[in-house]
């Protein structure tokens, strides 16, 4: 196939890729990125409840540091507010930290 | 198209993802294939970006607004995976020539190249060009999109894409006739 010089004509060339075709693989893309799809959705899954479950460790932990620190108070038989006002400065920022962050939705206990 | 109007009704109202998704796929794969094959060139990177673009599809399926045309949608996100396997490779580089390099080493080294001269040595025009004039010109060479729609994938104004395909189609008439 020759080219004029001077007028190179693009439709010569076509749409032609030099590549072979890809059937085989292209029949099975779909399934190949599903069985992708599935994997990651699990992993997450994992990960998700591997985090509530962190979460859920911290806020024990923090309570039960939180209770063995401040004597004579039982968590059981106090009201949130009487809770609020016998806590410290830095203790109330930690509270509200953890009241705003993900820790405490719902949702992530719904697994 | 029907079919296209059916899968972004059925994203919009959210119902039966996974249909959804394969109806999409099983639909632009082949076309969005050979769209990431003519940037990334290896056999291997074009199947992998394939199944990155159409797992960040089903995963963003919902944030698909319809501002867009669908297809135009997974082109962008297909490119842009594109420019990440770039990035990874660390292809892009302050000098252009480098990124062409590589690209038309990869090509003279892929296996799967077949086809005559003529074909091989316009592909090697092609990746011979800066990265946006071998963008646009792909698009709208071979996939025959109009300015709108490669400005909706891009996101550079028309006038802006009708140069770069100007110069891009004048290089390559060059590249061709100096052979």
């Known amino acids: 196939m020759s080219i004029n010089n001077n007028n190179f004509d693009f439709g010569k060339i ?17 399934d ?3 069985n992708k799809i599935n994997s990651m959705k699990k992993r997450r899954r994992i990960w998700k409840f591997a985090s509530s479950v962190a979460a859920s460790i911290i806020i024990v932990l923090g309570f039960t540091l939180f209770n063995n620190s401040s004597n004579n108070v ?14 410290s400065d830095s203790r109330l920022e930690e509270f509200v930290y953890m009241v705003d962050s993900d820790a405490f939705l719902v949702d992530d206990f719904n697994l | 198209m029907a079919k296209e109007e059916e899968i972004v009704a059925n994203i919009r109202d959210g119902k039966d993802k996974d249909k959804t998704f394969t109806l999409l796929m099983n639909m632009y794969k082949e076309r969005i ?18 199944q990155e673009t159409f797992v960040k599809v089903y995963f963003n399926m919902d944030k698909f607004k319809g501002h867009s045309s669908i297809y135009t949608w997974i082109y962008t996100i297909a490119t842009n995976e594109c420019g990440q396997l770039f990035r990874k490779r660390k292809i892009i580089t302050s000098s252009y020539d480098d990124s062409s390099q590589i690209l038309l080493d990869s090509l003279a080294s892929e296996p799967s190249v077949s086809g005559d001269e003529l074909t091989i040595n316009f592909q090697k025009a092609i990746l011979s060009l800066p990265e946006k004039q071998r963008l646009v010109f792909n698009l ?14 891009t996101g550079q104004s028309e006038s802006t894409l009708k140069t770069n395909y100007h110069y891009a189609e004048k290089k390559v008439k060059e590249f061709m006739l100096n052979i």
Do not use: C
């Open chain 1, 32 to 34: 190949l990125t599903l």
């Open chain 1, 14 to 30: 076509g749409k032609n890729l030099p590549y072979q075709s890809e059937s085989e693989f292209l029949g099975v893309a779909t």
């Open chain 2, 33 to 50: 294939y050979w769209h990431i094959r003519r940037l990334v060139v290896s056999k291997e990177d074009a199947e992998d970006v394939l």
């Open chain 2, 140 to 153: 709208r060479y071979y996939d025959e999109l109009s300015y709108h729609e490669i400005s909706e994938i």
């Open chain 1, 74 to 87: 039982d968590i059981n038989n106090i009201s949130i507010d009487d809770l609020i006002s016998n806590m």
